[in-house]
């Protein structure tokens, strides 16, 4: 039994080599910026109506701790990036921020505290994008994590560790990409 469970390690240990020395393309390695060109130190996100742009990823981001390097990604079926855009409402309460679908139907929820230009959360949910295409978040593991940071004073982007389905696309890792600007 313990050289059938050594053997297990060693598996999913290739498997994650495997993956981790992919270098997929698809495999966004850090949260789009808005403007480059500025580097704010502090976010002034007020309470209105924005769009929140989700963009689906097929493989996860690279982590590398102690010259090991890591990236698991479980995509079902045959998804493919995908990316949709969602009409939000922000409710801002000091460093508390809440981000919600604005379609009737929605469930989708964001929780977000800001500290400095950096924010970080849950989100979970579903959702309809202006596309028309349906977007779920956290899916029967609850909620997926959220980093992000000001991409200008007025607008954030970020990734999301956990499910999210697009459509079709149905993926689990740490690469989801997500971005949030006020609405035109």
Not at 30 to 50: D, F, K, M, V
Not at 151 to 175: E, R, Y
């Amino acid at each position: 039994m313990p050289l059938a469970r050594l053997a297990a390690w060693g598996m999913l240990a290739g498997l994650s080599w495997a993956l981790a020395c992919g270098g997929r393309a698809d495999s966004p390695t850090a949260p789009p910026q808005l403007r480059p060109e500025q580097n704010p130190t502090s976010l002034h996100l007020n309470s209105g109506e924005y769009v929140l742009g989700i963009e689906l990823s097929t493989s996860g981001t690279v982590r590398c701790e102690n010259g090991i390097c890591v990236s698991l990604s479980l995509c079902l079926g045959g998804s493919t990036p995908a990316r949709t855009d969602v009409r939000v409402m922000i409710d801002r309460q000091q460093d508390d921020i809440t981000v919600r679908a604005l379609d009737p139907p929605a469930t989708f929820r964001m929780a977000l505290r800001a500290t400095g230009a950096a924010v970080s959360g849950t989100a979970s949910g579903s959702a309809t994008g202006t596309d028309g295409l349906h977007v779920s978040i956290g899916g029967s593991s609850g909620a997926a994590a959220v980093a992000g940071t000001a991409a200008v004073a007025t607008a954030l982007a970020g990734t999301l560790d956990g499910a999210l389905t697009i459509g079709a696309s149905n993926c689990s890792n740490n690469a989801h990409v997500w971005t949030l600007a006020k609405r035109s």
